[in-house]
């Protein structure tokens, strides 16, 4: 079963797909047309249908990128040391976010 998941990770390796989510330029995305339009068509879609919940999900993926993509995520590790005063918020922030998450689907009835 190691060998299973260690072939899933050299793939992953060999896709570059970190570099690619690090290198994205989200100024330049968010003003580029071929993503700007159908994330609007997307959003105004759900507004529509009034599926709050979906909409609730991808602003929390939206935000997340853009917090990963601050100046205080990229202090985090300092050489080869973890900051732990800086990693507590993060740590408390996305349990707090999942935690809603979690009850955005489990906990409430429509």
Same mark, same amino acid.
């Given at each position: 079963?190691?060998?299973?998941?260690?072939?899933?990770?050299?793939?992953?390796?060999?896709?570059?797909?970190?570099?690619?989510?690090?290198?994205?330029? +989200? %100024? *330049?995305?968010f003003?580029?047309?071929?993503?700007?339009?159908?994330?609007? =068509?997307? @959003?105004?879609?759900? /507004?529509y249908?009034?599926?709050?919940?979906?909409?609730?999900?991808?602003?929390? +993926? %939206? *935000?997340?990128?853009?917090?990963?993509?601050?100046?205080?995520?990229?202090? =985090?590790? @300092?050489?080869?040391? /973890?900051?732990?005063?800086?990693?507590?918020?993060?740590?408390?922030?996305?349990?707090?976010?999942?935690?809603?998450?979690?009850?955005?689907?489990?906990?409430?009835?429509?």
């Amino acid at each position: 079963m190691g060998d299973f998941f260690a072939k899933i990770l050299d793939w992953i390796e060999s896709t570059h797909i970190r570099e690619q989510v690090a290198d994205v330029d +989200f %100024v *330049a995305l968010f003003t580029n047309p071929w993503f700007i339009v159908p994330f609007v =068509l997307l @959003v105004v879609y759900l /507004l529509y249908k009034q599926s709050f919940r979906d909409l609730i999900v991808i602003a929390a +993926f %939206v *935000a997340v990128w853009w917090v990963s993509g601050t100046e205080y995520m990229q202090t =985090l590790v @300092v050489g080869e040391e /973890l900051q732990i005063t800086k990693i507590l918020p993060v740590m408390f922030g996305g349990a707090a976010l999942l935690g809603f998450l979690i009850y955005l689907f489990f906990g409430r009835s429509d």
